[in-house]
């Protein structure tokens, strides 16, 4: 059974920074970090292939960076100049066959229970 589990949410002012992590159970998945405000839909945010291949949705790109340990079967997610807009629950995700995108959240198969993040101006 997959496993992930997210920490490291919390609050902080606009401008500040945080880093997700997400202990996983799996490794050679493609791994992706998500995030949900009340009241929107699920977006994409970022992901990383097995390989180390990355990609970023356009709201974070140059602020974030989404990395992972294999030895430690960590992902993690470095948020800079965080802004008020970028206040969700922030999910890991796993997909074992490559082939969802930061666009198709549903292809992702397997979820953690989400992180909250909230950005005060």
């Known amino acids: 059974q997959v496993q992930l589990v997210e920490s490291g949410g919390g609050s902080v002012q606009a401008g500040g920074s945080l880093r997700l992590s997400c202990a996983a159970s799996?490794?050679?998945?493609?791994m992706g970090w998500f995030r949900q405000a009340p009241g929107k839909e699920r977006e994409g945010v970022a992901s990383?292939?097995?390989?180390?291949?990355?990609s970023y949705a356009d709201s974070v790109k140059g602020r974030f960076t989404i990395s992972k340990d294999n030895a430690k079967n960590t992902l993690y997610l470095q948020m800079n100049t965080l802004k008020p807009d970028d206040t969700a629950m922030y999910y890991c995700?796993?997909?074992?066959?490559?082939?969802?995108?930061?666009?198709?959240?549903?292809?992702?198969?397997?979820w953690g229970q989400g992180t909250q993040v909230t950005v005060s101006s």
């Open positions: 990383i292939d097995s390989d180390g291949s990355t």
């Open positions: 799996v490794s050679s998945y493609r």
């Open positions: 995700a796993a997909d074992r066959w490559g082939i969802a995108t930061i666009s198709t959240p549903k292809g992702f198969a397997y």
